[in-house]
């Protein structure tokens, strides 16, 4: 005889009640806290280290210095050629807005004008008629009605 088994579904993971985020915020805040307290600590290590290397002997603090100022001067450049980068991009960005952004803005404003005179006409010369016709009509058929020879 075959035994039948039968298979339970796998349970449904449980939505994340508010205290399961606030602990998990709460776990993120220590970590984020200790790992910038290590980075200092480690920070000020090394910086007395290298004050403590540099006072030992006075031509390696000078080589180390020179070479200190040409890393400065390379990124001097670096950041100068990315200012003119800068400047380049703001330039055809303002080229951009004058020549192309404008005229399309100046003509949808153009046509969005044509549009108001266009209802406006409508308006006064369609819709006022038709609904004071229609007005008229109504008047005159309540009329009837009153008169007897109509029926409702």
Do not use: C, H, W
Not at 15 to 25: F, G, H, I, K, M
Not at 81 to 96: D, F, K
Not at 115 to 143: D, H, I, W
């Amino acid at each position: 005889m075959a035994e039948t088994q039968t298979q339970t579904p796998a349970p449904t993971p449980a939505l994340p009640t508010s205290q399961d985020v606030d602990r998990e915020a709460e776990r993120r805040n220590r970590q984020l806290t200790l790992t910038l307290i290590v980075a200092v600590l480690v920070f000020l290590a090394l910086t007395g280290l290298a004050v403590f290397g540099l006072t030992r002997d006075a031509s390696v603090t000078q080589n180390i210095r020179d070479i200190f100022i040409i890393f400065l001067a390379l990124e001097s450049l670096i950041i100068g050629v990315a200012l003119v980068v800068l400047i380049i991009q703001i330039a055809s960005l303002i080229n951009l807005l004058q020549n192309e952004i404008k005229p399309i803005l100046d003509a949808t404003n153009e046509t969005i004008a044509t549009l108001r005179g266009t209802s406006e006409f409508l308006s006064e010369n369609l819709v006022a008629p038709v609904v004071k016709l229609n007005s008229y009509l109504a008047g005159f058929q309540r009329m009837l009605e009153m008169a007897g020879l109509k029926k409702k």
